[in-house]
């Protein structure tokens, strides 16, 4: 029987509920929109979690707990009769990671991390209705890998299936709307040994806000289509084209998302420019398609670079010239703090019809110069930092240029 608190948990979403936001908050999070859910042909409620498969997942949950400010939720491995393999649950917020690793020599997970390096391998979401989804998405030619079964235990039934998305990175649909366990099936909950530093904040950052995927050149558009058609995301207004590609950035983004834009996708692919374009470079070091960089929304990007510097994590370098610039000062107005604070971190800015938005990028974090994150506060801006794309691309290509790949 439901308690008074019970009445009150079941009317937030689970996003309000696991970040510890009110609606309002949540919606300036992460850019939010209205929508009419009616018609929606693959109804999508959030992301569930980002899985990684990585090359020492033990190593890789304590730099997540460490340094992201991450708490360990549950495990499965070979303790909990998951022979092949180790998974670690981390949360943040509402924002999930699962980073797993092979522990038997002959786990499918090792051949994935030896083609791939660390990287993203299933990003996961979350669906009030699994079967009606892979209906659809079966009746436009998805491929299901996975058809839609009950995964149970004394806490419960998840309902879930997969399909295939670009290169070797999938989409498992999750239900689990009549589940209470900490993750999972074959999850045992456990809870960090690590403890944060005295004075250290208590989150970093609250949600996940879009994951990007690099796609091959000339393939964009039928990646943008898949989520058209198989998922009813609708393309977001940001994206670029032709013109800027050419000059400055070396690649052509769409973005896709999802009715309200909880979950946004954008998918680049490589320009034929002068230079090699930083796309290429993950392709031929990821082997392929895959998710590219991920953005985590943080109402403190001060504290959280700050906090993330402190424990070893590397961003890209803004050039003094970006703050100087007239032009720079003129378009951003008032922003929450004085430049400096953002020209001693290197964060960027940028603003809109909407409002603005405050974002940095780390390097990538692997030994591949693959997959890396993005920090991003929203103050109303619904973009992707468009106006910084130029001052972003010649950073990434900086890196790209030390490393030989230019
Ligand atoms: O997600 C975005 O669109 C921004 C900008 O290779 C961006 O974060 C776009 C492409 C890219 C790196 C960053
Ligand atoms: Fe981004």
Known sequence: TAQPTDVLTESLTADERLADLSADQLRQLVGLVDYDAAGDVFPVTGWDAVHWVVGNATQTAKHYQAAFGMRLEAYAGPETGQREHVSYVLRSGSCRFVVSGGVAPTSPLLEHHRRHGDGVSD?????????????????????????????????????????????????????????????????????????????????????????????????????????????????????????????????????????????????????????????????????GPGAQHLALATNDILTAVDQMRAEGVEFLDTPGTYYTDPRLRARIGNVRVPIEELQSRGILVDRDEDGYLLQIFTKPLGDRPTVFFELIERHGSLGFGKGNFKALFEAIEREQERRGNL
């Open 123 to 287: 990003i996961s979401l979350e669906v009030p209705d699994v079967d009606a989804c892979i209906r659809h998405a079966r009746s436009v030619g998805a491929v299901v890998l996975t058809e839609p079964h009950d995964l149970g235990d004394e806490h419960g039934t998840v309902r879930t299936a997969t399909i295939a998305a670009y290169g070797d990175t999938v989409h498992t649909l999750v239900d689990r709307s009549r589940y209470t366990g900490p993750y999972l099936p074959g999850y045992v909950a456990r809870t960090s040994t690590y403890r944060p530093r005295e004075g250290s904040p208590r989150r970093i950052f609250q949600a996940l806000d879009h994951v990007v995927g690099n796609v091959e050149l000339g393939q964009m558009d039928q990646w943008v289509r898949f989520y058209n058609e198989v998922m009813g995301f609708t393309n977001m207004a940001e994206f670029i084209g032709d013109d800027i590609a050419t000059d400055y950035s070396a690649l052509m983004s769409k973005v896709v998302a999802n009715g309200n834009h909880r979950v946004k996708f954008p998918l680049n692919e490589p320009a034929v420019a002068s230079r090699r374009s930083q796309i290429d470079e993950f392709l031929e070091f990821y082997d």
